[in-house]
């Protein structure tokens, strides 16, 4: 049985930073691409960040991109979000996905099929 867990949200001042983890039990962990996205209220989930299955390729959304890190270490069957700068607009429930063996970084929401339960980012101007 494939889990999730999230950790690392809270509320933080418009231009802080967090870091996110998702610890991943079940399965071979360092096989997997692995994915971030988030909900604000109101909206659709959305794509924030991913990382393939060896690490080497990763994926931003432009709204992120150049403040947000995606890393994963397979010793501790962990993927990181390092978020930077953080703005309002990034306040959102983030959750982290498995997507495919052996795949590259995606945004496509149908590639994942396992889900963490979520960790709330709160950003206040």
């Known amino acids: 049985q494939v889990q999730l867990v999230e950790s690392g949200g809270g509320l933080v001042q418009a231009g802080g930073s967090l870091r996110l983890s998702c610890v991943v039990s079940g399965g071979t962990f360092s096989r997997y691409a692995m994915g971030w996205f988030r909900q604000a209220p109101g909206k659709e989930r959305e794509f924030a960040a991913s990382i393939s299955w060896k690490g080497g390729n990763t994926g931003y959304a432009d709204s992120v991109k150049g403040r947000f890190t995606i890393s994963r270490d397979n010793a501790k069957n962990t993927v990181y979000l390092q978020m930077n700068s953080l703005k309002p607009e990034d306040t959102a429930v983030y959750y982290c996905?498995?997507?495919?063996?052996?795949?590259?970084?995606?945004?496509?929401?149908?590639?994942?099929?396992?889900w963490g339960q979520g960790t709330q980012v709160t950003v206040s101007s």
């Open positions: 996905a498995r997507g495919g063996a052996f795949s590259g970084s995606s945004e496509d929401r149908t590639e994942y099929n396992y």
